[in-house]
T-cell receptor, first 111, second 115 residues
């Protein structure tokens, strides 16, 4: 039962350009959405979140957009840097502290 | 502030055996969640413990169990190991109180290989 889906397993972007990572969900009861970044041999690290009552949240180079009618969220990274190369997971929170994660998108930022 | 620690980092077990993994959360955090990460499946939620009580549970068989101690440290146990249990097991700690800027802090994981 995949309630959160990341349909692109990988994305390659040139340094300085925009990276757009996408995520779809099915459960309208999710109250928070989060993005995590994961490097090999490390646990995921929190990047940015958005409440279900908002449609945009920005933090430096990272912006998350939420489209509730389409049940879709996206993470924009502008400008992309080689150090952003990692696996990005989107996650959705349900029932106070239960999280559903997508399968991840591997971002490669080329110098 | 020390991060989330997990022990052991790597483990090799044989089918049919059982295994116990340990997680020490960030000091002051009362919630510990466990996840299984396999290629192509992402992170799958196992369960969450808050103040020594299981508060949330994922869709895993009863072979997967856990507990939390009074100091918030948590253990996860898998009995009668199967080949499909080979995965990276991650634990995450948080205050558990929710709120507008919610986030979890993950440990580095325990890589379990079942042969």
């Amino acid at each position: 039962d995949q309630q959160v889906k990341q349909n692109s397993p990988s994305l390659s972007v040139q340094e300085g350009r925009i990276s757009i990572l996408n995520c779809d969900y099915t459960n309208s009861m999710f109250d928070y959405f989060l993005w995590y970044k994961k490097y090999p041999a490390e646990g995921p690290t929190f990047l940015i979140s958005i409440s279900s009552i908002k449609d945009k949240n920005e933090d430096g180079r990272f912006t998350v957009f939420l489209n509730k009618s389409a049940k879709h969220l996206s993470l924009h990274i502008v400008p992309s840097q080689p150090g952003d190369s990692a696996v990005y997971f989107c996650a959705a929170r349900y029932n106070f502290n239960k999280f559903y994660f997508g399968s991840g998108t591997k971002l490669n930022v080329k110098p | 502030k020390a991060g989330v620690t997990q022990t052991p980092r790597y483990l090799i077990k044989t089918r049919g055996q059982q295994v116990t993994l340990s997680c020490s959360p960030i000091s002051g955090h009362r919630s510990v969640s466990w996840y299984q990460q396999t290629p192509g499946q992402g992170l799958q939620f196992l369960f969450e413990y808050f103040s020594e009580t299981q508060r949330n549970k994922g869709n895993f068989p009863g072979r997967f169990s856990g507990r939390q101690f009074s100091n918030s440290r948590s253990e996860m146990n898998v009995s009668t190991l199967e080949l499909g249990d080979s995965a990276l097991y991650l634990c995450a700690s948080s205050s558990g109180q929710g709120g507008p800027a919610y986030e979890q802090y993950f440990g580095p994981g325990t890589r379990l290989t079942v042969t």
